[in-house]
Structure formats: C-alpha cells, structure tokens
C-alpha cells in the first residue's frame, strides 16, 4: 500500500487504479461488492499495543485508514466520505497475510476489531482529511 493525498472511486468498480480489486469478479464471474476496506487507527494501535510492536499506517493493508469513528458500527449504512458514496456491508475478513505481517495479528483483528468492507454507490474523490457522513 502506497499514501497518496487522494484517491478517484468509481460507483460498481472500486478505487481507480487499484490493481486488487478495481472491476473484480467474484467466484461466479459477477462484479464483486468488495471495492473499498476501511479499518480505524484505533483499532490498529490496540493491536500494536497488545502485539507489543508498532504497526504503520498502511501495513494492515486497508485502502483507508480512519480516525475517530466506530466502522463496524456503520455496517449496512451509506456512507458520504468527500464526493463518493459508499456502502458499507460486512466485516472485513482477515486472511493469513496478516499473521505473516506480524505474528497474532490475524486473531486480534476479528470480533469488531477488523474495520469494514464498502462498495462504491455514487463515484467521487475521496482526500485525506475527509470528514466521514452517515447518509441513511
């Protein structure tokens, strides 16, 4: 993962550009939901202290990073963050990956510690500092 002050979302694609997900296809060949993963730093920084090593923005491998907002508590809302709608729709799922990052990590990031999966609803720019609305 790469900080970039922005970033374009496209409704029913994902963020533009994004290799791993962008206009993905699920197992049956139909367009994914999972365009966006979002995960508090909060919620990242509970883990770093329970795993006793720090953990830098972007290495849990989440498009964004927020700060001040419980995500989990937004599942099956819409979502306004700069221009883009969003929904959000499940749990982000932690895979393997996050135990080869750390040791442990994958444990900890289940039971509402492991931020959101969205899909994109209306395309927009979504900036650094964006405030994070709840729509419906």
Do not use: H, M, Y
């Given at each position: 993962m790469?900080?970039?002050?922005?970033?374009?979302?496209?409704?029913?694609?994902g963020i533009l550009g994004e290799p791993r997900y962008f206009e993905r296809k699920n197992?049956?060949?139909?367009p994914s939901r999972r365009h966006i993963t979002l995960i508090e730093r909060e919620i990242v920084g509970q883990h770093a202290d329970a795993l006793k090593t720090p953990i830098e923005?972007?290495?849990v491998k989440s498009n964004i990073e927020t700060?001040?907002?419980d995500l989990i508590s937004l599942i099956g809302k819409t979502v306004q963050?700069?221009?883009?709608?969003?929904?959000?729709y499940e749990p982000r799922l932690p895979c393997d990956q996050m135990d080869r990052i750390i040791p442990g990590l994958r444990l900890r990031m289940c039971d509402k510690r492991q931020?959101?999966?969205?899909?994109?609803?209306?395309?927009?720019?979504?900036?650094i500092g964006d405030e994070l609305r709840v729509i419906e």
């Open positions: 790469t900080d970039t002050p922005q970033i374009e979302v496209v409704a029913g694609k197992r049956s060949g139909q923005p972007g290495v700060t001040g907002v963050i700069g221009d883009a709608l969003l929904n959000f931020g959101v999966i969205a899909e994109v609803v209306k395309s927009g720019r979504i900036k």
